[in-house]
Nanobody
Framework: QVQLVESGGGLVQAGGSLRLSCAAS????????MAWFRQAPGREREFVAT????????SYADSVKGRFTISRDNYKNTMYLQMNSLKPEDTVVYLC???????????????WGQGTQVTVSS
């Protein structure tokens, strides 16, 4: 199995920046598709950003495009989310996600971290 551990959350003023990290335990991190999601209390989980295995492709939700940057370091088994120009509405739990494809027939396994809290004060 793959274990994912998020870190870097905390309290920041509106307009400030934070960088989240997601450390993965797998030995083949470079073969994982990775993504960030977030979830506010009482709300549905929403997509934030995704990054391909070699970082060649990234995708962002419209709500964070231009402010957040997803990246990964396959040598360190770590994915990052650089968050700039933070807004109070970014005050949610951020979760790390990995999609693993160990089968040749297209089947996959997916994994979630426990989440890290981001609080943006106005």
């Amino acid at each position: 199995q793959v274990q994912l551990v998020e870190s870097g959350g905390g309290l920041v003023q509106a307009g400030g920046s934070l960088r989240l990290s997601c450390a993965a335990s797998g030995r083949t991190f470079s073969s994982y598709n990775m993504a960030w999601f977030r979830q506010a209390p009482g709300r549905e989980r929403e997509f934030v950003a995704t990054i391909s295995k070699s970082s060649s492709t990234t995708s962002y939700a419209d709500s964070v495009k231009g402010r957040f940057t997803i990246s990964r370091d396959n040598y360190k088994n770590t994915m990052y989310l650089q968050m700039n120009s933070l807004k109070p509405e970014d005050t949610v739990v951020y979760l790390c996600y990995a999609l693993v494809q160990p089968y040749s027939d297209g089947r996959y396994l997916d994994y979630w971290g426990q989440g890290t809290q981001v609080t943006v004060s106005s």
